[in-house]
């Protein structure tokens, strides 16, 4: 087992799914006063950063509860004290739970995955993924410590089932891919992984969560990736997954690797600062490239550049100049994971022609409300800014600017990346399926089968 050290602390400064860390240093002009109520300071932040003009009779008129979809955009929103403390903390990784994501899929869309419970992604590092389950099953129900069994038929009995066991009281779900038993406990969430044809690598910490290391192990799983290339996938950008990603290519550069598949399907975005301490990796080895990670464009016409974060010197971990990189992405890989693809276009790690967007079936799309979605990316190229009420613990998340790519001039805001741009296209049915019939497809066209 090769133990990784952290060095970096991650600021917690922003949240949502593409933050912003340099609004934050001008809110001492606005929102560190003394007010009479939140609405009050929640006023005088929007008409200060929110990126577009909004009338300060809405904002009222509409309330803090209100604003998100109403007012302001449905990126932007307001948060309790505890929904603000609860964020961040879970946006730093520090998890609690099994580490299980599910979505009910009825009986009456006639899905050819099928109905009922469908898990569609486990946390890395969490107790469902220590107990093997995958997503793409569906979960039929459980078994509780005493031995006693139950059925689930919607997501109301798994509630009831799982609210019944405390911490560290194992129990078995039970699925239409085998049982697997876990107890709920508290964890620090991995969010990349990475695999070959003969071994998987995954990434897990101490109690304490600072000390991180990678396990490697020989699985078959992904047998089919062609020869020289491993798998990377990337679930989101937060905690400290740029640390994650620099020890996994370390793996991959001792073992020779001649090409790389990055995953980014699903991947919603994160912290801006992961995104610019991941785009050091992938290219610290070139010539040359652009200093920065991307280019902002506030609401009084003012730019801010967010550089390339050199975290590390270490140039084992770096991304070879020249390897063959394929990129796979969906209608839910947006905002960071649109920033990071920028990058990689922009420095010539990656073409187009090297990207693989999903083409979901009518059915999904239908199901998830994303017609308007497909062969494509999510598109979207503005950026959020958490801020807090110092007085109150209170949060309010905004949309503070447009997001450019590195050469200054591209935005993908409302149009994504897709076949437009020569992207690759591949089927899916749904986003997520057990074997990754997905994955798979795009592995037999590299190989020219």
């Known amino acids: 087992m090769n133990k990784f050290s952290l060095k970096k602390f991650i600021l917690l400064v922003t949240a949502g799914c593409l933050a912003l860390c340099a609004a934050l240093m001008c809110a001492c002009r606005a929102g ?34 209100n604003l998100s979809g109403n007012v302001l955009d449905i990126y932007s929103t307001y948060y309790t004290a505890e929904e603000n403390a609860a964020t961040n903390s879970s946006n730093a990784g520090s998890r609690s739970g099994v580490g299980i994501s599910y979505q009910v899929v009825p009986q009456s869309l006639g899905a050819s995955i099928g109905s009922g419970l469908y898990v569609t992604d486990i946390n890395g590092g969490s107790p469902a993924e220590a107990s093997g389950m995958r997503p793409g099953t569906f979960v039929t ?23 019944a066991h405390g911490d560290g009281e194992q129990f078995t779900l039970l699925t239409d891919s085998g049982e697997y038993t876990m107890a709920k406990s508290a964890y620090k969430m991995s969010y990349c992984r990475m695999a070959t044809a003969e071994s998987e690598w995954n990434i897990s910490y101490d109690a304490s969560g600072r000390e991180m290391s990678v396990r490697a192990f020989d699985s078959d799983n992904y047998f089919f990736l062609p020869e020289g290339c491993a798998y990377i996938s990337l679930a989101q950008f937060y905690g400290d997954a740029a640390y994650e990603m620099a020890a996994l290519l370390k793996q991959f550069n001792a073992m020779g690797c001649t090409s ?16 610019q301490s991941l785009a050091h990796l992938f290219t610290a080895d070139l010539a040359s490239a652009y200093p920065d990670a991307m280019y902002a464009v506030f609401k009084d016409g003012s730019t801010a550049d967010y550089a390339v974060d050199a975290f590390t010197s270490d140039e084992s971990c770096f991304f070879p100049a020249g390897t063959q990189l394929y990129i796979l992405a969906n209608n839910g890989t947006a905002s960071a994971s649109e920033a990071l693809i920028g990058v990689l276009i922009s420095n010539g790690v990656a073409d187009y022609s090297d990207i693989y967007v999903s083409h979901l079936s009518e059915e999904y799309l239908s199901f998830v409300g994303m017609q308007d979605r497909n062969e494509r990316t999510y598109g979207k190229g503005i950026m ?66």
């Open 260 to 275: 790389l598949i990055l995953d980014l399907r699903n991947n919603g975005g994160g912290y801006v600062d992961v995104m």
């Open 141 to 163: 129900g459980g078994i509780a410590a005493d031995g006693t069994r139950m059925d689930f038929e919607d997501s109301a009995d798994f509630s009831t089932f799982f609210s």
């Open 32 to 65: 560190c006063g003394m007010y009479a109520s939140t609405l009050d300071w929640a006023v005088d932040l929007i008409k200060a950063y929110y990126y577009e003009d909004v009338s300060e009779e809405a904002i009222r008129s509409a309330g803090l509860e």
């Open 384 to 449: 959020q800014s958490t801020f807090t009420y110092y007085l109150t613990g209170e949060g309010l998340k905004l949309t503070v600017a447009k997001i450019y790519w590195p050469d200054k001039t591209t935005c993908i805001h409302d149009t994504g990346i897709g076949v437009a741009q020569g992207c690759n296209v591949v089927g899916a049915e749904w986003s997520v399926t057990r074997g990754d019939d997905e994955l798979r497809s795009v592995c037999a066209m590299l190989s020219g089968d």
